[in-house]
C-alpha cells in the first residue's frame, strides 16, 4: 500500500509541474525586435490580433487596411475607401511610433467603434514571423502585411 501512495504522489508531482502555464500558445506572439528602420513598416497592413484590456477586440478591425507611405502619411482604408489619413513618425530609435489621425483625435469614434484607438504613439517591435506589435498601456495591436 506504501508503494502505491508513493507513487501516486510522485505522479501527482509530475502533473503539476507539467501544468506551469506559459505565454507560448496559438494566439501568442513570437519573439519581438527592434525596427530596424522605417522601410520595415512602409505598405499596407491587417490587424491580425487587437487586445484591449485583455479583451480581444479584433473585429472592430476586420477590413481595414493601415497604409504607411514612405513620404510620411498614414491612411486608414476601408473596402478600398480612405476612411482618415494622417501622418507616422519613428521616434526613441525606432522604438516608438507616432500615428497622428486628426479625425480620430479625441476619442472620436464616427468612423467605427475603436477605430480612434489607432490616434496615439505605441510602443513597437517586430517579431519573428515579420508582424508589428504595437503596444500602450493595456492595448496591443499585431499588424501582419496585407496579403494580394
Known amino acids: 500500500m506504501t508503494i502505491k501512495v508513493s507513487i501516486l504522489i510522485i505522479l501527482m508531482s509530475l502533473s503539476f509541474w507539467s501544468c506551469e502555464e506559459t505565454d507560448v500558445g496559438p494566439e501568442a506572439p513570437n519573439?519581438?525586435?527592434?525596427i530596424p528602420d522605417s522601410r520595415a513598416i512602409l505598405g499596407n497592413w491587417t490587424v491580425y490580433r487587437y487586445m484591449d484590456d485583455n479583451d480581444n477586440e479584433t473585429s472592430y478591425f476586420s477590413n481595414i487596411i493601415f497604409q504607411f507611405t514612405e513620404s510620411g502619411d498614414f491612411?486608414?482604408?476601408?473596402?478600398s475607401q480612405v476612411l482618415a489619413s494622417g501622418d507616422w513618425q519613428l521616434r526613441d530609435n525606432n522604438?516608438?511610433?507616432?500615428?497622428n489621425v486628426p479625425a480620430l483625435a479625441g476619442e472620436n469614434?464616427?468612423?467605427g467603434e475603436e477605430l480612434y484607438e489607432i490616434h496615439d504613439d505605441w510602443d513597437i517591435s517586430m517579431?519573428?514571423?515579420g508582424?508589428?506589435?504595437?503596444r500602450?498601456?493595456?492595448e496591443e495591436f499585431i499588424l501582419q502585411p496585407q496579403s494580394n
Do not use: G
Open 131 to 134: 508582424r508589428i506589435i504595437l
Open 109 to 111: 469614434d464616427r468612423l
Open 31 to 34: 519573439e519581438a525586435a527592434t
Open 127 to 129: 517579431d519573428e514571423n
Open 136 to 138: 500602450d498601456d493595456d
Open 75 to 79: 491612411n486608414l482604408i476601408r473596402n
Open 95 to 99: 522604438r516608438e511610433l507616432d500615428i
